[in-house]
């Protein structure tokens, strides 16, 4: 098991790792666990690099003094492109919280500075609005799945659909109040910022369904009405969704 570091001793593995390995960066932001506070012992640094120039942004993960570290290397350009164009669309801004949340451990330079000043008009901007076909497939969604849950009486798959449902609603909740969403743990701590009382009642809904089913189905009706109550409520009948006219193949010689 690894030893949980300070702060100030992860710091030091992260500059260090900066001067040997990526002198030329003009910023490098320590994200993720270590920089909210809530690292375990096994927690990977999360390092957001920042060069004048580079010929494509890059992910990559290697060890630094025992520690596994998660590289996202950018320059201004690719930085914007995939805050705008690849996590915006979907609701997030994983590179603009890092950035936001995180210290930068190198002498701050003015490149650093117009990273920074788009994050924060990032972030402040909120995610695109969700358009009435995206609204109305997701409470189209919620509502099959909430069906499939309260029908079902095989724990195994109930389960299954729960954590679905946990992730659509949650999603849902954000982004119908403008509210940016997340993935996984940064879900949860998404919505727990924005609205505790939901938070909880989707966490306590989805150990029920795997610890008594009858009373997590009746929780999660509960909490699924109080979310699609602000956009329209459940959503069945007269639902309809088309396909582009060319998505057909030609038929087989």
């Known amino acids: 098991m690894k030893t949980i570091h300070t702060y100030a001793a992860i710091r030091a593995i992260a500059v260090r790792l900066v001067q040997e390995r990526y002198p030329t960066a003009v910023a490098a932001i320590i994200g993720g666990s270590f920089a909210s506070g809530r690292q375990t012992a096994s927690s990977d640094i999360d390092l957001l690099l920042l060069f ?3 010929d494509c942004a890059w992910r990559s993960t290697i060890v630094a003094e025992g520690r596994t570290v ?3 290397a950018h320059d201004l350009a690719t930085f914007t492109y995939f805050c705008r164009e690849i996590d915006a669309p979907g609701g997030t801004a994983p ?9 930068n451990i190198v002498a ?6 117009q990273l920074l000043a788009l994050a924060q008009a990032i972030d402040a901007a909120g995610p695109p609005v969700l358009a009435l076909e995206a609204l109305q497939r997701r409470r189209y969604a919620i509502t099959t799945l909430l069906e499939d849950l ?3 009486r095989q724990p195994g798959e109930a389960l299954a659909v729960a954590c679905q449902l ?6 849902l909740h954000l982004r119908a109040a403008g509210q940016w969403s997340g993935g996984g743990k940064h879900l949860f701590r998404r919505l727990q910022a924005f609205d505790a009382a939901i938070a909880v009642q989707l966490d306590g809904a989805l150990r029920l369904v795997a610890s008594d089913l009858a009373a997590g189905q009746l929780a999660f009706e509960q909490v699924a009405a109080a979310v699609l109550e602000p956009v329209g409520g459940p959503l069945l009948e007269g639902y309809c969704l ?5 998505w057909r193949s030609a038929p087989a010689a």
Request: no cysteine.
């Open 108 to 113: 701050p330079t003015p490149a650093y500075a």
């Open 95 to 103: 590179l603009a919280r890092m950035l936001l949340e995180g210290e």
């Open 150 to 152: 309260v029908d079902s």
């Open 52 to 54: 004048d120039h580079i």
């Open 242 to 246: 088309r396909a582009p006219a060319h």
């Open 70 to 72: 998660e590289l996202f």
């Open 166 to 171: 946990y992730a659509m609603l949650s999603d």
